[in-house]
């Protein structure tokens, strides 16, 4: 009887896991022509064909806020490559600070922008933040800055 249970069981959870693995058919699928792996096994590579990401800016300095002051910024930059650029993430180096960047590919001579958002709750003093921007380019981090200096709200 317990062998019965347990095939019983086996089968049922393997037919769960069947099912959950089976992708979305409805999902809006990326060519793999976008990402473009720009080294191969031999070594040789044609970084000529690659997209390349070029920021306005790679630096924000917000100057003096206030401690539990919230700002933003946007860091613009262009594809000035031959082929699609497609962020994969863009990580921050702290939790204090999200990004939001664009998902979809970008086309060469197109613009996108990198958003920034800088929480300066319980911090203090000269901050320094990097943002890491992984993306189909050689090399595949680009790194952007924010700096502040948070000042603590005056008592009186």
Do not use: W
């Amino acid at each position: 009887m317990k062998n019965k249970i347990s095939i019983f069981l086996f089968s049922i959870v393997a037919v769960a896991m069947f099912f959950s693995c089976q992708g979305r058919q409805d999902e809006k699928e990326i060519s793999t022509e976008v990402v473009m792996n720009p080294a191969s096994a031999s070594g040789n590579s044609d970084s000529t064909r690659l997209p390349v990401i070029t920021f306005e800016e790679n630096t924000h300095d917000f100057g003096k806020i206030l401690q539990g002051e919230k700002v933003s910024c946007s860091f613009s930059f262009k594809n000035t490559g031959k082929t699609a650029l497609l962020i994969s993430n863009v990580s921050t180096s702290c939790g204090c600070t999200v990004a939001d960047f664009p998902r979809n590919p970008i086309l060469p001579g197109e613009d996108g922008i990198v958003k920034i958002a800088f929480n300066s709750e319980g911090r203090k003093g000269y901050q320094n933040k990097g943002i890491a921007v992984i993306a189909n380019t050689q090399p595949n981090v680009t790194n952007l800055k924010i700096k502040a200096e948070v000042v603590l709200p005056d008592p009186s």
